[in-house]
Each structure stands twice: as C-alpha cells, then as structure tokens.
C-alpha cells in the first residue's frame, strides 16, 4: 500500500491583501502569491476582472477556511464609466453593440442613483460567471450566444457620484455579495439613453479589510532578490494577516490552552463569566491571539463546527 503523499509547500497560513495589478488575472495572481511564499494551498475572496485593480484578499493555508465570511462582506469600488457605447463584455474588452452621440449631465446622473441604491433587480453582465444549464455564461458568450440570465437582489448601500465630463463619469459604490459593476455601467447608459461601459475599475475594500491592507505585488516580486531562502520567506510572511482577522464581525471568544486543546479535539467547552455571550449562531475562539475554532453558542456551551491548529 503506498504511502499519502506529502502535500507540497509550507503549512503557512493566513490572508495576504494584494493590490492586484492592471491586465493580470485573480487566478494567475493567487498561484503567483503561492509561489512566492511556497505555500502548500491558497485561494481567493471574490474574483477580479483582469481589466480591474486593487483589492483581492488571498487566503493560505487554513485561512482558506474563513473565504465564504470574507465572500459574504460588503466592497467598495471606484468605477469609470465611459458614455456612448455600448459593449458585449460591459468593460473595454468587448466589442460595440449599441451606440449614441447623446451625453448625460451630472444633474442627469445624480437624478437617476436612487433608482439603485438599496435592495435592487441586475441582471448579470453575458460575460459573467453565472451558470445556465450547467455551463458559465462566459462561455456560452464566447461561443457567440446569447443566453437570458434571470435578474436576481443585489443590495447597493452606497452610490456616488464622484466627478463628470462630456463623456465620462466616475463614480463609488459600497454594495452586498454578488454586484455586478459592469451590469450598472450598462443600465446607467441605457436609462440615461446614451449607452455606457466600464473604462476603469478598482476595488478598495472587502469587508473585514480596507486599503491600508493592501500590498503591490511589485512589493512582494522585489523580495525576490533575496538570496537567502528563509530571509526571503521570513520577508514575506511579515505581510501576512492573521487568519481570524476574517472573522472581525462574529462575536469572538478568548480562550485558554486548555480549552484550545479541548476544542482542536472537536470537544464543546463550557463558558463562564457574566461577559460570556449567551448565543450566538456562530462565534469564533481565540487563544493567545490565534484562531482556534469557529463554532455556535448556546447552553452556556461553545461548540465548535470547524477547527484551527494555529
């Protein structure tokens, strides 16, 4: 009987907040982040169009565990919207479908936010990740056809109008899981009657994690250099943030060695003291500032649903 193989890589863990680059894929960037810090697993919170920047928070090693609560958080982006066309990928990949010579003013857009902000109605972008039948809407867009993609509830928190020209406007928006920005560049240019795509877009926030967290990858490629195998990783791991740090907005529970151990075990604790929460659908617990479970409360207990081994 052969022997389990040996996964590859260090068991690092944590989250490492890239200011994803320009023209550079969210899968080409997680291998590359994996690579530098020879991690044996790595994944991503919410993919990036290769034509957006900034924030993409890249989970290692157990982190990779918390993805689905920083999936869940709410983001922050600054777009561009360029007027008078109209394009199959609603960003500047596609090619021109519609197009016009009108022009909004800003009192014209500004008129028109309300209509999406709060809970609202999108229907994806043609090119988007969404399935129908069983296949990615991209590809079967690719393929040349046109699919109808059911509208489905996004929630847009915030809606701003930054800045506005003859023929373009920037704007910010702080939505819910599942906003497409590409889908409100092309509805904002056919309610205002002059069509419109993405021509810049950046992400900045991805709730729990904000911009001072970020890191360029020109920063972390420029380590590199360094010869020395465990200086250079030592260099790079100083980046990395710590796995509960996902978790900032579940009720947290600090914990003792033993209970850690009870708990790593798979084992509930009892909890005591008149600041222990009562219950709690989930909550997670920390021992010396690191991430030992995520589990529920209830019963003067902690149970726990998914371990850490710190």
């Known amino acids: ?155 847009i928190h915030r809606l701003t109008l930054i800045a506005s020209d003859e023929n373009t406007a920037r704007f910010e928006v702080e939505c819910g899981k599942g906003t497409y920005v590409r889908a409100l560049a092309r509805d904002f240019g056919r309610q205002l009657g002059c069509y419109g795509h993405i021509s810049a877009l950046r992400r900045t926030f991805v709730a729990p994690f904000g911009e001072d967290d970020m890191v360029p990858l020109a920063d972390l490629v420029a380590l590199e250099k360094i010869e020395d195998e465990a200086e250079r990783l030592a260099a790079l791991d100083a980046f990395l943030i710590d796995t509960g740090e996902a978790l900032s907005n579940l009720p947290q529970i600090i914990i003792n060695d033993d209970q850690a151990h009870r708990l790593r075990m798979g084992n509930p604790i009892i909890l005591r003291g008149r600041d222990a929460p009562v219950s709690a659908d989930e909550a997670y617990a920390t021992a010396r500032g690191k991430l030992v479970a995520i589990g529920e409360i209830g019963g003067g207990e902690f149970r726990p649903k998914r371990v850490f081994q710190g």
Do not use: C, N
């Not at 810090?37 to 920047?53: E, F, N």
């Not at 199959?88 to 021109?96: K, N, Q």
């Open 1 to 155: 009987m052969s022997k389990p193989r040996k996964p590859k890589g260090r068991p690092v863990s944590g989250w490492l907040i890239l200011d994803k680059p320009f023209d550079f894929g969210s899968t080409e960037a997680v291998a590359k982040i994996k690579w530098l810090l020879k991690a044996q697993k790595a994944g991503h919170a919410g993919t990036l169009d290769p034509l957006a920047s900034g924030m993409l928070p890249i989970a290692l090693g157990d982190a990779t565990k918390t993805v689905p609560y920083v999936m869940d958080g709410r983001k922050i982006y600054e777009f561009t919207v360029t007027w008078g066309e109209e394009r199959t990928t609603d960003d500047l990949e596609g090619e021109v479908t519609q197009s016009s010579g009108k022009r909004p003013t800003a009192e014209e857009i500004k008129a028109i936010l309300g209509d999406y902000t709060g809970t609202i109605q999108q229907i994806p972008p043609q090119f988007s990740a969404i399935k129908i039948d069983g296949e990615r809407a991209y590809d079967l867009a690719r393929e040349g056809e046109t699919v109808e993609i059911p509208s489905r509830e996004v929630e």
